[in-house]
């Protein structure tokens, strides 16, 4: 029997080494998990060019989604916090989890602080990631502000590949700004970086990537142990109807 996938779908290239990387130091055995990655940047572009995901996308999205159940993934993660909500809608149509790899950020930025800094570079990205810490305080039953921090100077230093200006940029806004939350928010998964670089600022920096991937490898341990427990009987079942010799 072929092994489920744990199937991550980016819209930048530069994320499918930050996952692997974050996989292999999270599990005691990286060969348990069967990876895999589709990486489709006009996704991103599309949603960017018509202000959001529109039905088109939206269309698309599924199609991504139902090859991916079709491939064998037992999990599949968005990284993309753009287009992330867009592929949790599919969480109850599919016989698989799917998941945005921001949520269990989100959550923890509600169970930490009240007042959060959301800090983006795109600004297709505020929105979907502001409604998903409100989702994530109205769960909790917690009242929270948020305030936002667009970081528009950055982006061109990633479309260029100069990861270091990225991250520099958005480290220099963080700092004038961080005074005014108790907690950040990097919605963004290229943003991780920005931690190392502001380790002295003496509030909760969250990002998505490690605390998406261990959701992740969460629900694909439990989708394991299910598809396990469900092949038990089977066994025991022709067990019994062996002839006896």
Request: with cysteine; net charge negative; charged share 25%.
């Amino acid at each position: 029997m072929t092994q489920p996938t744990l199937l991550f779908l980016h819209t930048s290239p530069v994320h499918v080494a930050t996952f692997e990387r974050l996989v292999a130091e999270c599990v005691i055995d990286p060969a348990s998990v069967a990876l895999e990655h589709v990486v489709d940047e006009s996704l991103l572009q599309e949603a960017r060019e018509q202000g959001g995901v529109t039905p088109a996308l939206r269309a698309r999205i599924e199609c991504y989604v139902e090859e991916g159940v079709e491939h064998g993934a037992s999990v599949i993660v968005c990284t993309c916090s753009t287009i992330g909500a867009s592929v949790e809608e599919y969480s109850d149509q599919v016989p698989v989890t799917v998941m945005r790899v921001d949520r269990a950020m989100a959550e923890e930025a509600v169970r930490q602080g009240e007042c959060i800094l959301l800090v983006a570079a795109l600004e297709s990205t505020l929105a979907p990631t502001r409604e998903l810490l409100l989702d994530a305080a109205r769960r909790a039953g917690k009242a929270i502000d948020i305030v936002e921090l667009l970081c528009r100077e950055a982006w061109a230093h990633f479309e260029r590949g100069d990861q270091q200006a990225y991250l520099g940029e958005i480290a220099t806004q963080l700092r004038a700004h961080a005074h005014e939350a108790d907690v950040v928010v990097l919605s963004q998964a290229s943003m991780a970086g920005v931690s190392d670089l502001c380790p002295d600022l003496g509030l909760p920096m969250l990002t998505s990537p490690r605390l998406g991937t261990l959701a992740a490898l969460h629900a694909y341990q439990a989708r394991q142990e299910q598809a396990a427990s469900n092949r038990e009987p089977e066994h025991d079942a022709r067990r019994e109807e062996a002839p006896q010799q």
